[in-house]
Structures are given as C-alpha cells and as structure tokens.
C-alpha cells in the first residue's frame, strides 16, 4: 500500500520559517518525480514546487521563488518543503504528490495545514 505522510505544518509568525516532510512508502521512490501543491480556501489548488527523481532539477511557483526550497533524499523515501520568508497568503494545505511517467502512477497525501498569522 503506497503512502505519502506529510508533516512539519502549523503556525508561524509572518516572516518566519516551517520545513514540511512527504515521508512515502510502498512505492519505489527514486523513480517518482515529487511536488508540493497548495490549495487555500476558496482558490484552486497551486502547484508549488517540483523536483526530479534524482534531485537534480527543480522548479518553483512565481509566487514562492527565492523563498521556498524543494529537496529529497532518496535514501530515507522523503521530500522537503523548506519555506522561509513566510507570507499570510501563505497559509494553505500543503500537499505532496508523486508522479511516475514510466509507471504511469500518481500519488497523493492528505495535506499538513500551514497557517502564517500574527
């Protein structure tokens, strides 16, 4: 059974820091690409980050560039969602997703909230 567990969300003070976690399992990690969506209430969901199945090629939201990093290590089946410099419109479930092209499969967590208030 594939599972992606997310964690590391909660409430931070504008201007602060949060490093979210996609712990997987039951998959074969290092052949899927992984990304980090965000979906606030009321909007649609955002693709935030993306990273390659060896780490080597990222690419991020407009919105989030220079602020947030995406990183995995594929010996312990994680990626990281570094986010620094954190805005109120920030806050949202934060999700991990994993994709195969090769496999033609697609997972998906259930999203940590983050929530950058005063």
């Known amino acids: 059974q594939v599972q992606l567990v997310e964690s590391g969300g909660g409430l931070v003070q504008p201007g602060g820091s949060l490093r979210l976690s996609c712990a997987a399992s039951g998959l074969i990690f290092d052949m899927y690409a992984m990304s980090w969506y965000r979906q606030a209430p009321g909007k649609e969901r955002e693709l935030v980050a993306v990273i390659t199945t060896s780490g080597g090629s990222t690419n991020y939201a407009d919105s989030v560039k220079g602020r947030f990093t995406i990183s995995r290590d594929n010996a312990k089946n994680t990626v990281y969602l570094q986010m620094n410099s954190l805005k109120p419109e920030d806050t949202a479930v934060y999700s991990c997703?994993?994709?195969?092209?090769?496999?033609?499969?697609?997972?998906w967590g259930q999203g940590t909230q983050v929530t950058v208030s005063s």
């Open positions: 997703k994993g994709r195969s092209d090769y496999l033609r499969r697609t997972y």
